[in-house]
């Protein structure tokens, strides 16, 4: 059964600071790795896809990394910002779908 | 373009009743899927519709249910509800099942008394 764990669970930082979130997975046979962030009350929000064949993914201040062999992933913040306060989700396909197994969260605090 | 609407947004209901909610999937989206999220258990799947059909399931009891209509809209239904089904639950859609790129609608907080 596939498991997903993160660390930290909770992470205070002030603004500027460049900061990693990790993502760990029990079975390598993924088929794509996705991270969302969450505000309170509110839906998931897709920030970024790897798929199972790449190392690595881009989008602004944000780069994503998977290492499948290990059943590992980060995401590299950088220059932090109050607005990136919010919890943040990893989340694996085991196989062809959109069946998600989410690990539990970093909850992230930006302090202006 | 309009998001993955849900609907209602709130809801309580009595023990033992039965629900209904709905997902109306980004146009064009064809694969829904639903989560269950809780403080305790986090972010669970229940299961994935594409093209009308049940593409995947997850660990939950008969009483949960789904459906998906031929506009690809979803509908999940919880019959013989239990206080334990409190919970924010939240659907996904994506052009197709192979997740590139999965947006989530703002979810129903489901309150059992």
């Known amino acids: 059964k596939q498991e997903v764990t993160q660390i930290p669970a909770a992470l205070s930082v002030p603004e500027g600071e460049n900061l990693v979130l990790n993502c760990s997975f029990t079975d390598s046979a993924i088929y794509n790795l996705q991270w969302f962030r969450q505000d309170p009350g509110k839906g998931l929000t897709s920030l970024l896809l790897i798929q199972s064949s790449q190392r690595e993914q881009t989008s602004g201040r944000l780069n994503a990394s998977l290492d499948k062999s290990s059943g590992r992933s980060t995401l590299y913040i950088a220059a932090s910002q109050p607005g990136d306060s919010a919890t943040y989700l990893c989340a694996v396909t085991p196989n062809y779908g959109q069946n998600f197994v989410f690990g539990p969260g970093t909850r992230l605090s930006v302090l202006p | 373009k309009a998001g993955v609407t849900q609907t209602p947004r709130y809801l309580i209901k009595t023990r033992g009743q039965q629900v209904t909610l709905s997902c109306s999937p980004i146009?064009?989206?064809?694969?829904v899927s639903w989560y269950q999220q809780t403080p305790g258990q986090g972010l669970q799947f229940l299961f994935e519709y594409f093209s009308e059909t049940q593409r995947n399931k997850g660990n939950f009891p008969g009483r949960f249910s789904g459906r998906q209509f031929s506009n690809s809209r979803s509908e999940m239904n919880v019959s013989t509800l239990e206080l334990g089904d409190s919970a924010l639950y939240l659907c996904a859609s994506s052009v197709d099942t192979d997740a590139l790129g999965a947006f989530f609608g703002q979810g129903t907080r489901l309150t059992v008394v």
């Open positions: 146009s064009g989206h064809r694969s």
